[in-house]
Nanobody
Framework: QVQLVESGGGLVQAGGSLRLSCAAS????????MGWFRQAPGKEREFVAV????????SYADSVKGRFTISRDNAKKMVYLQMNSLKPEDTANYYC????????????????WGQGTQVTVSS
């Protein structure tokens, strides 16, 4: 059984920064690539970033590339998303999730999801 709990969301002004965290309960946490997705009201869920099982490889959506950084600490079973230069269009509920499909951007290939943490960026 895998449980994921996100934290770190909040309200921030445009141009500001937030760091999201995702705590995992899985014994086999280091077996999974980990991704971040987001969903804004009335919009479909979209891929944000993914990191390989050992942290050696990452991939980002074009909309966040150069502003967001995904990282992980397998010893602590944690995944992070550092978000800089935030824009109002980054406002969404952010979810972390596990996948065994490498650096997949397809949410259907993610098996376990957290409950999400809300990020609101004001203009």
């Amino acid at each position: 059984q895998v449980q994921l709990v996100e934290s770190g969301g909040g309200l921030v002004q445009a141009g500001g920064s937030l760091r999201l965290s995702c705590a995992a309960s899985a014994r086999t946490f280091s077996s999974y690539a980990m991704g971040w997705f987001r969903q804004a009201p009335g919009k479909e869920r979209e891929f944000v970033a993914v990191i390989s099982w050992n942290g050696g490889t990452t991939s980002y959506a074009d909309s966040v590339k150069g502003r967001f950084t995904i990282s992980r600490d397998n010893a602590k079973k944690m995944v992070y998303l550092q978000m800089n230069s935030l824009k109002p269009e980054d406002t969404a509920n952010y979810y972390c999730a596990t996948t065994l499909y490498g650096l997949s951007r397809d949410g259907a290939r993610y098996a376990h999801w957290g409950q999400g943490t809300q990020v609101t960026v004001s203009s």
